[in-house]
């Protein structure tokens, strides 16, 4: 499998970036928690239309396997060489990008993290991926006052047919996670947590072994963001994320590195969906990246769109939010002036 992926026309940055001489050097190594460089290209191998195509099994990967990591990791994300990544989360007060909610249908920011001493999500057992989820739940449930809230394990949603369980699961990952070993055991050790008022949802063991997200219908990103820190600050020091001063938050998908962080709104262009080209070149000048309404690989409904960050590495998660913040308003001005 691996020799006809060598000489096959797949246009995955892990294709370009690892050689066969390359992967021959490395093949034989294992990661802390016995990850190999094969399991981490599994995915790109048996998809050859990924973008990426590979995937952490730990933290240490990153370094095991940085020859290839490196080159994919600096190509996706136009990350110099010898870079180094900073947090900074200091971001004043902003006002709201649309404050009459003509457009903007709600914002919802969300990070990855992942615990230093686990394994990441491709490459966990069963057990431990209960246990972790226990030590998890243990951390959530300390959260107070707005941020307190409810753990249901995936398994459990939807069973009874609650109408509150409507829009709290989250699927089974796609075939490019499934290759990668995330999907195992699903939804064995899984879940969701949600504050009272569904304005802080935790997903657990999806592809990271936390997805945090702030969302709320309104377009207030420094009131969503400031809610995020808020768990953020509870919760680090419960759990002890990996974090890596060059590469920063580390995820399971090197897509993710740096801030983990996506932050986007849901906003309806009708003028602007006719003219792409032009909402194109906005985004593009102020790096944000746009999806479907329902997110990665969808399609544009009702002129819906999810626009949101492009930047994650090499940059403090404060600036990422300002970006939007500006890029929204040149969006709005532009779509208002159609
Ligand atoms: N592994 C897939 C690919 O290479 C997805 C990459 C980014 N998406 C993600 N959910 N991590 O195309």
């Not at 109408?163 to 709290?168: F, H, T, V, Y």
């Given at each position: 499998m691996t020799a006809t992926w060598f000489s096959g026309t797949s246009s995955s940055l892990v294709k370009k970036h690892l050689s066969q001489a390359l992967f021959k050097s490395l093949e034989h190594l294992e990661t802390a928690s016995g990850f190999t460089l094969e399991k981490a290209i599994r995915s790109g191998i048996q998809n050859p239309d990924s973008s990426i195509g590979i995937y952490a099994g730990d933290a240490d990967s990153y370094q095991v396997f940085s020859p290839v990591f490196d080159p994919v990791i600096s190509e996706y994300h136009n990350f110099p060489k010898g870079g180094t990544h900073v947090s900074d989360f200091a971001l004043p007060d902003l006002p709201p990008a649309d404050p009459g909610g003509k457009y903007i249908l709600s914002t919802r920011i969300r990070v990855a993290r992942n615990l230093k001493d686990y394994s990441f999500p491709a490459n966990l057992t069963l057990s431990c991926r209960k246990a972790l989820e226990k030590k998890i739940i243990r951390a959530l449930g300390l959260l107070e006052s707005d941020l307190a809230g409810e753990y249901r394990p995936l398994e459990d949603v939807g069973k009874g047919h609650r109408?509150?369980?409507?829009?709290?699961a989250f699927e089974k990952g796609d075939r490019f996670q499934d290759a990668a070993g995330i999907n195992s055991d699903f939804p064995k050790g899984r879940g969701v947590f949600h504050s009272l008022d569904r304005k802080l949802m935790v997903w657990v063991n999806e592809e990271d072994h936390l997805r945090i997200m702030s969302l709320e219908r309104s377009s207030h990103l420094s009131l969503v963001f400031h809610r995020l820190c808020r768990a953020l600050q509870a919760l680090s020091p419960r759990l002890g994320f990996a974090f890596d001063h060059r590469l920063g938050y580390l995820t399971s998908c090197p897509t993710n590195l740096g801030t983990a962080m996506r932050a986007g709104v849901h906003i309806r262009l009708e003028k602007l969906d006719r003219k792409k080209e032009l909402l194109h070149g906005l985004a593009k000048e102020y790096h944000l990246q746009i999806r479907g309404t329902r997110g990665e690989k969808t399609e544009v409904e009702d002129a819906v769109f999810d626009i949101s960050n492009a930047q994650r590495l090499g940059i403090g998660e404060a600036a990422v939010i300002q970006t939007l913040h500006q890029g929204l308003l040149a969006i709005i001005k532009a779509e208002e002036t159609l």
């Open positions: 109408p509150e369980d409507k829009g709290l």
